[in-house]
T-cell receptor, first 118, second 108 residues
Framework: GAVVSQHPSRVICKSGTSVKIECRSL??????MFWYRQFPKQSLMLMAT?????????EQGVEKDKFLINHASLTLSTLTVTSAHPEDSSFYIC??????????????FGPGTRLTVL | GQNIDQPTEMTATEGAIVQINCTYQ??????LFWYQQHAGEAPTFLSY????GLEEKGRFSSFLSRSKGYSYLLLKELQMKDSASYLC?????????FGSGTKLNVKP
């Protein structure tokens, strides 16, 4: 089946620094990718929709200047957490749709990135 | 807005059957999905419903009633490896909105 990768799988950084997380679709092209955040013992919260060739759309309450999203190609989206703080420590997961637009059954999730901000 | 509710935690015995319920109130609806998530890992797809009724996939079945805003995931012949969180998600306008997840503990 389709594979979505994320890099890095784990990152520890100091407060105030920026961290970039990559999401790649390995064997298919994805015009749309999604970024989620998951705090311990909570469910996934959709942060933003990453659109190839255009600006990302952010969910209500998500700071677009803090969480920069760039969808540089049909196989790569990046999420940059700027000026990270301990409260940004979380599990970040991306997903991509491998099929026709709107076919949710072909949505694949990446393995996630564990961010710890000291 | 999107409101999706699931029980927080359930416990069941190996070999038994367990039903995990999900109720939703959303501004739109294009499908109801169930995912399994082990701690520290990404969710994996289990089942989905677009129309009312029961969908069966091996040991897992999912039911949907759109008029009631209700779905359930049925797990049969429980195995220890089924211990995980089960996430209910509504698919709406090309986005997924997840419930809080149900942690299932399977005991011997």
């Amino acid at each position: 089946g389709a594979v979505v990768s994320q890099h890095p799988s784990r990152v520890i950084c100091k407060s105030g620094t920026s961290v970039k997380i990559e999401c790649r679709s390995l064997d298919f092209q994805a015009t749309t990718m999604f970024w989620y955040r998951q705090f311990p013992k909570q469910s996934l919260m959709l942060m933003a929709t990453s659109n190839e060739g255009s600006k990302a759309t952010y969910e209500q309450g998500v700071e677009k200047d803090k969480f920069l999203i760039n969808h540089a190609s049909l196989t790569l989206s990046t999420l940059t957490v700027t000026s990270a703080h301990p409260e940004d420590s979380s599990f970040y997961i991306c997903s991509a749709n491998a099929g026709l637009a709107g076919r949710a059954d072909t949505q694949y999730f990446g393995p996630g990135t564990r961010l710890t901000v000291l | 807005g999107q409101n999706i509710d699931q029980p927080t935690e359930m416990t069941a015995t190996e070999g038994a059957i367990v039903q995990i319920n999900c109720t939703y109130q959303t501004s739109g609806f294009n499908g109801l999905f169930w995912y399994q998530q082990h701690a520290g890992e990404a969710p994996t797809f289990l089942s989905y419903n677009v129309l009312d009724g029961l969908e069966e996939k091996g040991r897992f079945s999912s039911f949907l009633s759109r008029s009631k805003g209700y779905s359930y995931l049925l797990l049969k012949e429980l195995q220890m490896k089924d211990s995980a969180s089960y996430l209910c998600a509504v698919y709406n306008f090309n986005k997924f909105y997840f419930g809080s997840g149900t942690k299932l503990n399977v005991k011997p």
